[in-house]
C-alpha cells in the first residue's frame, strides 16, 4: 500500500511489545501505551552514543544536549482498537503537530506490523513537550538547528472524535 503524502513526512519507529504490556484482559494496558509511545519518541529525538545501535527511523538530529530538558506538558490518547500481544513490532509513526517557541507538540498513530494483511490502527496520540533548561528550570526555545531538522515533519494535528 503506498504511502499518502501525509505519511512520508512521518518517523515510522517500529516497538516491540512485552508480555508485560498486556493487563487482565490480555490486551496492552493503558499505562503501557504511554511507555511505549515514550520509548517511540526517544528514538526519534535522540542520536545513540557511540556503539549504540539505532534504528533506520531514528532520523532527526534534535541539538537536545544534556543542558536541555524535555518535559511532557500534557498527553492525550484516543484508542480506537484493543492491542493484542504480538511477536512482529508495532509501528509507531510520528509527526509534529506544531512547533512553538519552547513546545513541540508530537503527534502518534500507533499500527499494527506493517506486513500484516490488515492495516490496523490500535490508537492516536498527542503530547505536548516543553524545552526546559536544565539548571534554571525556565523554558528554552527551539533553536534555529532544531527548527530546521522537525520542519519537514509538520503535518496536521489530531482531531479527536469528542472535540
Known sequence: MPESPAELRRLHVPIHLRWGDLDAFNHVNNTSMLKLLEEARVRAFWRPGGGEHAPATAVLDSGIDAGVLTLVARQEIEYLAPVPYQRHPLEVQMWFG??????IEVCYEVFNDPSAAERVLYARSTAVIVLVNAASG????I??????????????SIAYAHR
Open 143 to 156: 533553536t534555529p538547528e532544531m527548527r530546521s531538522a522537525w520542519e519537514p515533519y509538520l503535518g496536521p
Open 98 to 103: 506544531k512547533l512553538g517557541g519552547s513546545s
Open 138 to 141: 525556565r523554558p528554552t526555545r
